[in-house]
């Protein structure tokens, strides 16, 4: 038997928190909205807990997503997150990612593209997209 969460647990669990944060909805909010402690929540999310079947379509409905949407991607799901892939599914990744897409203007985000990437010394990437 293999130790620890399975990577599609995990993956799972951290779609949950992206669609949860982006969402602005607490832990404790939607526990209460799918009947189910915060301290669950957070077991879900970190794929600690298996979510069944009844309990992901109650999550996905109190998200107001498509419960297929948990399962995009899983085939790219390994056990070995890059800390890239830790951030973007943290607090501040998916706040980060959310504001990045509400700017409508294209230029602007190329800017902030190029003005992060000379923050942190960077070089440019081709703009050969």
């Known amino acids: 038997m293999k130790d620890g969460p399975h990577a ?5 669990g951290k779609t949950i928190r992206i669609k949860r944060l ?8 939607l526990g209460d909205r799918v009947g189910v402690t915060f ?9 600690a807990n298996r979510v069944s079947a009844s309990m992901l379509v109650e999550i ?3 998200l ?3 419960v297929r949407t948990f399962f995009e991607d899983v085939s790219t799901a390994n056990d070995n997150p ?3 892939d830790e951030f973007v599914v943290s607090r501040d990744g998916v706040l980060l990612n959310a504001a990045f897409l509400s700017i ?14 000379a923050i942190a010394g960077m070089e440019q990437l081709d703009d050969a997209e």
């Open 8 to 12: 599609v647990d995990i993956h799972v």
């Open 22 to 29: 982006m969402r602005k909805v607490s832990q404790t909010e």
């Open 39 to 47: 301290q669950q929540i957070q077991k879900y999310e970190k794929g």
């Open 60 to 62: 996905a409905g109190a």
């Open 64 to 66: 107001d997503v498509d």
């Open 82 to 84: 890059t800390p890239s």
């Open 104 to 117: 409508k203007n294209e230029a602007v985000r190329k800017k902030i593209v190029k003005l992060v990437q």
